[in-house]
């Protein structure tokens, strides 16, 4: 299940299953704004405000987190940013280990919490709703509630700003830059983003505050 959780199907029972016990029941997403209401149409209107004033600023952090450092996953960049970290900061080969096993279980653990949500509220993305929206780059088939990018790269961030402080506000911006990026690229709604990020907030906090302690085994239950 973990594993096609990652192919590019990305299978809607992904998110029916789950790294640390408990954990994504304890982190619902709410609900989106509802297709037509005020807050959904306000949303709208920007993407499509973006989408007809793209800068090249904007197309650029579109296409750049699309394939962020020539990956297809974004995971793997992420990975590449704490594989980094643990080289400036000479981590020892277990406490490298240790963070990149927190890390990449954290956001196995966003990445299926996003997906329950996907797919529960089955939300159309914007240029289904608006087809004079213009795409910067290409469509995710699967729907737009919340950002995966959001979840995924907010996660890894919010991960390693906890083992790496010195550099968490410079983390977190990328987080929030992987975020706007999808607005930018025309396939989000800001309330994708906002979501994303918030459920990385809570997966990461809670997979901090039950991180292994020592040589203690996590419980498995």
């Not at 550099?167 to 999808?182: F, N, P, Q, V």
Request: proline share 6%; glycine share 6%.
């Amino acid at each position: 299940m973990l594993v096609q959780c990652y192919t590019a199907g990305v299978p809607a029972t992904c998110g029916d299953a789950s790294v640390f016990p408990d954990e994504r029941e304890s982190v619902p997403a709410a609900a989106p704004p509802a297709f037509g209401s005020p807050a959904f149409l306000t949303a709208l209107a920007e993407v499509r405000q973006i989408a007809d004033t793209r800068t090249a600023e904007q197309t650029a952090i579109a296409k750049f987190w699309a394939l962020p450092g020539g990956y297809v996953v974004a995971q793997s960049y992420n990975n590449q940013v704490a594989t980094d970290l643990i080289a400036a900061f000479h981590l020892d080969e277990r406490r490298a280990a240790h963070a990149l096993a927190l890390l990449n279980m954290a956001v196995m653990d966003a990445f299926i919490a996003c997906h329950d949500a996907k797919y529960t509220y089955w939300l159309l993305r914007p240029s289904m709703a608006d087809t004079g929206i213009k795409l910067a780059i290409g469509l995710p088939n699967h729907p737009s509630y919340p950002s995966n990018h959001a979840c995924v790269t907010g996660t890894s961030m919010a991960v390693l700003g906890a083992l790496f402080p010195s550099r968490a506000d410079e983390l977190w911006g990328l987080a929030e830059e992987a975020g706007i990026s999808r607005i930018y690229g025309g396939i989000h709604y800001r309330f994708d983003m906002e979501a994303g990020l918030t459920l990385a907030q809570q997966i990461s906090a809670w997979a901090i505050a039950h991180d292994i302690n020592g040589h203690v085994p996590f419980p498995i239950r």
